[in-house]
Each structure stands twice: as structure tokens, then as C-alpha cells.
């Protein structure tokens, strides 16, 4: 039997810079909230219905994340970071005392809010000599003030996930190694160097249960997962390497004890990338690809960017990633201008 999937937000064409984020999140009562550019898209029927509730600040949406009844939205103004958060389930919102410290230096951040410690985290790199600096600052106290871990690996960008004993993993990324390197923590504010992930270029990072997860951009398998707390990583093979074709990873979520992995499937032979969902146990070992008919339809050169479950539907971010315009400078070279589309689909 087809799955039936229906596009949602008609009418709205989302033309997006190629690093502009787009995220999901679900609040403690069931709200629904997408920060796609720098707007916010709330939902209270799991995405079937979707109401504008406007920009949060005037710079590009970088994360979304709920503790408790606060939602906290991370937001990139030109070389500066901002946390806002609001209190009424995204109506209002309020730019925080203090900006995380670094901001206005060109620097990678990633956005993380821990349920366990109750803090909000932004990690960050110093671009300056002699390039030292903490993983990650957090604030318990919406951004009045921020403190930071201990320092990690130098010139270095890294991606944070718990998991619900209190346990925290930072995955760092630097360019030109083969290899990810894991730092695990007890208490989220002390880091001790752990395992390698046995890909580069995680990109995404992950904790459910005790379970920790990277996803990433290599060119066969490109999920991994570590039982305990970094230390050590293991393939799974929900993706096998398949000649001419590879997986690119983006999202991935949990509920009711099924992990659900977005992304897309490259073909060299076609030359399309084509949007992909798989669902799987823990470790990745029993995977099967969810059937996407409407969406993949028309879709050719597509991704998945984001999946979600909320009540009892599924909702993903279909990202169209190659719609472009050709300006003829001369017959033979003419130059493409590259945009992303974001548009929400869910499983009904």
C-alpha cells in the first residue's frame, strides 16, 4: 500500500541561500515549530496546518530547541551569534542579555540544548592565534551570562549531544584528517579526549538513550554509532556501499523506540540526488527504507533535510537542492546561480 504524503505551507516558495538552516523541534504539549531563514512556522495539529508567526531578529535561522515551556531560537546576524528565547510558546521573543562569547569572529557554531542540565550550549572556534578557546560556552540563566567547558583540541569546530544519564559527547571536525575525534563529559562542563569516529565530516551529532550517533558526508557508510560515550565507534550497515551511488545524511530523530534517518542517495550514473528516509533500531542493524512516492516524484536532485515525528504524523523538510538561473556571459560558459527550496511534507 502507497504511503500517502501531502505537502504543506502551499503557496510558499522558499529560495534560500545554499547555507541558510532550516530546523524543527516540538514543545512539551505538542506544539510543532519550523525556523526555515529567519521566520518562525508554528504548528498545533502535527504540521497539518502551519501559521506565520514572524522573524525572530533579522539574521538567518541556525537552530531550534525547547526546555521545558522555553523555547530557544539561534540566530546568525553577519559574523554575529544570538540566542533568543520566549516563555509563550513562540509569540514573543527576547534576544538575550549577552551574546555567546566569540561572536564577531569568523568562527563555526553549533547550537545544542541539554534536557539533562538545563543549559543552553554554543560551541565555537577561534580563528586567532594560538587558537585555543573551550568546546562549547553554555548559560543556565537565558543568556545573562555564559560560562565555558574545558578547552578541547585547537582550531577545531565541534558538534554536541547527551544522552539522558548526563552524559555528553562532543564530535570535533578539522579539515584535511580522515577521522572524527570524540570528547566525552559527566558533569557537561569538563571534557576528556575519547575515541574516533571512523568517518570525517560528521556534520550531525546525536544522543538517545546511552546511544550516541554521528551521520556525516563520507562516500560509503555514513552512520556511525558509540554505546559507550564515545570511546569507541561502530559502522552500522543500514548502508551499504553501492557502486556508483553513496548516501549523504542530514537528520535524524527518535520515538517510540524507532530511529528515523534523513537524507539522500546519490546516483554518478544519473546524475540526480534523490531524497531517502529509513527507519532503524538502535544500532542502525535492521533498517528499511520508508516508501516516499509523492515526494520523490518530481523531485529529481532532492534531500531530506529534517524529520520529526509529532502525534501521529511524520513530518519531513524536502529541500530541492538544485534550482537554478543561467546568465549566458559567453555560449560556452554560462554561470548558474544555485539555490535550496525548503517544503514541508507529512505522512497522513
Not at 540544548?113 to 550550549?121: F, G, I
Not at 533500531?281 to 518530481?298: F, P, R, Y
Request: hydrophobic share 35%; glycine share 10%.
Amino acid at each position: 500500500m502507497a504511503l500517502s504524503w501531502t505537502k504543506r505551507l502551499e503557496g510558499n516558495a522558499y529560495t534560500l541561500p545554499l547555507d541558510t538552516a532550516a530546523d524543527l523541534c516540538v514543545d512539551s504539549v505538542g506544539n510543532v515549530y519550523l525556523f526555515l531563514t529567519n521566520r518562525l512556522y508554528k504548528s498545533t495539529d502535527n504540521g497539518v496546518n502551519w501559521t506565520d508567526k514572524g522573524a525572530i531578529g533579522s539574521g538567518n535561522a541556525k537552530g531550534i530547541g525547547v526546555l521545558g515551556s522555553t523555547l530557544y531560537a539561534a540566530v546568525e546576524t553577519g559574523d554575529i551569534f544570538s540566542i533568543y528565547y520566549s516563555a509563550d510558546a513562540g509569540e514573543n521573543w527576547t534576544i538575550t542579555t549577552v551574546d555567546p562569547p566569540h561572536s564577531g569572529s569568523y568562527i563555526h557554531f553549533y547550537f545544542y540544548v541539554s534536557q539533562y542540565y538545563e543549559r543552553v550550549y554554543v560551541t565555537c572556534r577561534n580563528p586567532a592565534w594560538p587558537y585555543t578557546h573551550p568546546i562549547a560556552y553554555y548559560t543556565d540563566n537565558d543568556g545573562e551570562s555564559w560560562s565555558a567547558t574545558s578547552t578541547g583540541q585547537n582550531n577545531t569546530k565541534y558538534s554536541l549531544a547527551g544522552d539522558e544519564s548526563g552524559n555528553m559527547v562532543a564530535l570535533l571536525t578539522y579539515g584535511g584528517y580522515s577521522t572524527a575525534e570524540a570528547w566525552y563529559s559527566n558533569d557537561g562542563i569538563s571534557f576528556s579526549a575519547g575515541g574516533m569516529d571512523p568517518h570525517a565530516d560528521a556534520h550531525a551529532f546525536y544522543g538517545f538513550g546511552e546511544i550516541f550517533y554521528a551521520i556525516g558526508y563520507n562516500q560509503s557508510t555514513r552512520f556511525s554509532y558509540s554505546i559507550d560515550v564515545g570511546l569507541n565507534f561502530s559502522y552500522s550497515d543500514l548502508f551499504p556501499v553501492v557502486y556508483n551511488s553513496s548516501y549523504n545524511l542530514y537528520h535524524m530523530c527518535k520515538h517510540d523506540g524507532i530511529i528515523y534517518v534523513a537524507g539522500h542517495t546519490w546516483s554518478a550514473t544519473d546524475g540526480y540526488y534523490f531524497p531517502t528516509l529509513h527507519t532503524c533500531d538502535n544500532t542502525g542493524t535492521s533498517g528499511s527504507m520508508v516508501e516516499l512516492c509523492g515526494i520523490a516524484q518530481n523531485l529529481a536532485s532532492s534531500s531530506i533535510r529534517g524529520v520529526i515525528v509529532a502525534g501521529d504524523k511524520i513530518i519531513v523538510l524536502t529541500e530541492l537542492r538544485y534550482i537554478y538561473t543561467a546568465e549566458y556571459v559567453s555560449p560556452a560558459k554560462p554561470r548558474i546561480n544555485y539555490f535550496n527550496r525548503i517544503q514541508p511534507f507529512i505522512l497522513n
